[in-house]
Protein backbone atom coordinates (compact mmCIF):
# COMPACT_ATOMS: atom_id res chain seq x y z
CA UNK A 1 0.00 0.00 0.00
CA UNK A 2 1.18 3.41 -0.97
CA UNK A 3 1.24 5.89 1.64
CA UNK A 4 -0.15 9.60 -0.13
CA UNK A 5 2.59 12.03 0.78
CA UNK A 6 -0.30 14.79 1.27
CA UNK A 7 -1.10 12.86 4.37
CA UNK A 8 1.96 13.56 5.97
CA UNK A 9 3.29 16.66 3.84
CA UNK A 10 1.99 18.79 6.81
CA UNK A 11 3.82 16.72 9.98
CA UNK A 12 7.34 16.68 8.02
CA UNK A 13 8.29 19.42 10.80
CA UNK A 14 6.93 16.96 13.38
CA UNK A 15 8.59 13.88 12.12
CA UNK A 16 12.23 15.83 12.40
CA UNK A 17 11.81 17.01 15.71
CA UNK A 18 10.97 13.36 16.77
CA UNK A 19 13.53 12.17 15.16
CA UNK A 20 16.03 14.89 17.17
CA UNK A 21 14.73 14.26 20.48
CA UNK A 22 16.43 11.05 20.67
CA UNK A 23 19.79 12.28 19.15
CA UNK A 24 21.47 14.66 17.01
CA UNK A 25 21.31 13.60 13.45
CA UNK A 26 22.07 14.46 9.81
CA UNK A 27 19.64 14.41 6.66
CA UNK A 28 20.97 11.09 5.40
CA UNK A 29 20.51 9.60 8.96
CA UNK A 30 16.78 10.67 9.80
CA UNK A 31 15.65 10.00 5.74
CA UNK A 32 17.18 6.52 6.74
CA UNK A 33 15.20 6.13 10.14
CA UNK A 34 12.10 7.31 8.49
CA UNK A 35 12.22 4.50 6.05
CA UNK A 36 13.11 1.90 8.17
CA UNK A 37 10.59 2.88 11.01
CA UNK A 38 7.96 2.80 8.16
CA UNK A 39 9.12 -0.86 6.97
CA UNK A 40 10.31 1.29 3.65
CA UNK A 41 6.75 2.48 2.33
CA UNK A 42 7.83 6.83 2.94
CA UNK A 43 10.98 8.43 1.96
CA UNK A 44 11.28 11.68 2.37
CA UNK A 45 12.44 13.80 -0.48
CA UNK A 46 15.77 15.25 -0.35
CA UNK A 47 14.45 18.77 -1.38
CA UNK A 48 11.35 18.60 1.13
CA UNK A 49 13.92 17.72 4.04
CA UNK A 50 16.42 20.16 3.56
CA UNK A 51 13.51 22.95 3.39
CA UNK A 52 12.46 21.68 6.50
CA UNK A 53 15.28 21.93 8.50
CA UNK A 54 15.84 25.45 7.05
CA UNK A 55 12.55 26.56 8.11
CA UNK A 56 13.02 25.15 10.99
CA UNK A 57 16.19 26.44 11.98
CA UNK A 58 14.80 29.93 11.15
CA UNK A 59 12.12 29.30 13.69
CA UNK A 60 14.79 28.69 16.14
CA UNK A 61 13.46 25.05 16.84
CA UNK A 62 17.07 23.30 15.55
CA UNK A 63 20.39 24.24 15.41
CA UNK A 64 23.05 22.94 13.00
CA UNK A 65 27.28 22.04 12.92
CA UNK A 66 29.43 20.20 10.98
CA UNK A 67 30.81 16.86 12.38
CA UNK A 68 34.42 15.87 12.50
CA UNK A 69 34.56 12.92 10.11
CA UNK A 70 37.88 11.76 9.39
CA UNK A 71 36.54 9.66 6.62
CA UNK A 72 34.29 10.53 4.12
CA UNK A 73 32.04 13.83 3.46
CA UNK A 74 31.76 16.35 6.58
CA UNK A 75 28.34 15.79 7.69
CA UNK A 76 25.96 18.85 8.68
CA UNK A 77 24.29 17.66 11.75
CA UNK A 78 20.65 19.30 13.18
CA UNK A 79 20.10 19.59 16.74
CA UNK A 80 17.00 20.33 18.66
CA UNK A 81 16.40 23.45 20.97
CA UNK A 82 14.46 24.08 23.77
CA UNK A 83 11.94 26.03 21.04
CA UNK A 84 11.86 23.15 18.76
CA UNK A 85 11.20 20.75 22.18
CA UNK A 86 8.15 23.52 22.77
CA UNK A 87 7.13 23.35 19.63
CA UNK A 88 7.28 19.20 19.09
CA UNK A 89 5.36 18.47 22.22
CA UNK A 90 2.40 21.10 20.96
CA UNK A 91 2.08 19.41 17.32
CA UNK A 92 1.84 15.82 18.55
CA UNK A 93 -1.02 17.20 20.67
CA UNK A 94 -2.13 18.89 17.50
CA UNK A 95 -1.89 16.00 15.99
CA UNK A 96 -3.19 13.37 18.49
CA UNK A 97 -6.75 15.63 18.63
CA UNK A 98 -7.10 15.32 14.84
CA UNK A 99 -6.03 12.00 14.80
CA UNK A 100 -8.71 11.40 17.29
CA UNK A 101 -11.57 13.21 15.08
CA UNK A 102 -10.42 11.82 12.00
CA UNK A 103 -10.60 8.12 13.60
CA UNK A 104 -14.49 9.15 14.36
CA UNK A 105 -15.10 10.72 11.01
CA UNK A 106 -13.98 7.88 9.08
Not at 16 to 21: C, D, E
Not at 31 to 48: D, H, L, P, S, Y
Not at 85 to 99: D, I, L, Q, S, V
Request: glycine share 6%; charged share 30%; proline share 0%.
Amino acid sequence: MSIASDLIRGHTDTIILAHLIEKDSYGYEINRTIQEKTGNVFEMKEATLYTAFRRLEQAGCITSYWGDENTGARRRYYSITAEGRKTYKNNKAEWETTKELIDRLI
